[in-house]
């Protein structure tokens, strides 16, 4: 877990770094100022740490449900499972953010105006559309489904498993046994609850705008609009500085914070 937790962490401030802090220069000097080249490369890169900090914590979801649902499979090379997922989730937000490169590009904001800007070039009148659809299916609607299945089979075996321990223990042994069941699965469904909660939360204003923006042909940009969508952006980045606590406060993973006795 916290061989996840590290690159988790990891793609976390890549978000920080090259998505939320570009975006906040970007906003106080209202146009990019920049080579063509620089475009494209910050492009690039606040995709990558959108996809590596969504995607990581679906691999560590993943991981979990494996070490519950499946421990027999954990047995078997634990580490290099996990190094091929990290790897793997790595290598495909490097390739899922690559077509920013031919995207995006500076130019010109009107013909003839001599002002330039980053922009994303699209083909008409579906290119933004598809754009911003799969953007939205990419990093949003596949990874909370995915959270959502991972939590939801790993509540029904920490069920399953309380009620077979229930039949079977004694009544003595039962009342530990349900005790600690219980404490795990209260545990369990509280970090699920709260990670698919944070995640939403700080999500769904953004890619909401994204596609009225798209999908109403009566939207219209000014300035107040202007103003939500960065709001909004942001928003979504602070999730990636919520996965870090909320894995490590409610998964019980902060081993510098132990609770003593009074006077020990």
């Not at 109403?216 to 919520?242: H, P, Y």
Request: hydrophobic share 50%; with cysteine; charged share 15%.
């Amino acid at each position: 877990v916290h061989l996840f937790m590290k690159h988790l962490s990891l793609a976390d401030l890549v978000v920080a770094f090259f998505q939320v802090l570009p975006q906040l220069c970007w906003e106080v000097t209202f146009r990019f100022h920049g080579p063509d080249f620089l475009c494209r490369v910050v492009k690039h890169l606040q995709v990558l740490g959108m996809f590596a900090s969504t995607y990581m914590v679906v691999v560590m979801s993943l991981d979990r449900y494996l070490a519950i649902c499946h421990p027999l499979r954990t047995l078997q090379r634990p580490a290099q499972r996990a190094y091929l997922m990290i790897g793997g989730t790595w290598a495909g937000s490097l390739a899922l953010s690559a077509p920013q490169y031919f995207i995006f590009s500076r130019s010109e904001v009107s013909p003839g105006s001599a002002v330039y800007d980053c922009w994303g070039h699209f083909v008409e009148p579906w290119g933004l559309r598809a754009y911003v659809t799969w953007m939205t299916a990419g990093i949003f609607l596949i990874p909370v489904a995915a959270l959502v299945f991972c939590y939801g089979l790993i509540c029904r075996t920490v069920w399953k498993n309380l009620k077979r321990k229930t039949r079977w223990k004694s009544a003595q042994a039962l009342a530990g046994s349900v005790g600690a069941m219980s404490r795990a699965r209260l545990r369990t469904v509280k970090m699920s609850f709260v990670i698919v909660l944070a995640y939403v939360l700080c999500w769904t204003p953004f890619f909401t705008v994204q596609m009225w923006s798209v999908w109403d042909r009566s939207f219209s940009w000014d300035d107040s609009e202007s103003t939500a969508v960065s709001l909004s952006a942001l928003l979504a980045g602070l999730n990636s500085c919520c996965n870090p606590w909320i894995y490590m406060l409610l998964g019980g993973h902060l081993p510098g914070c132990r609770r003593y006795p009074p006077g020990s």
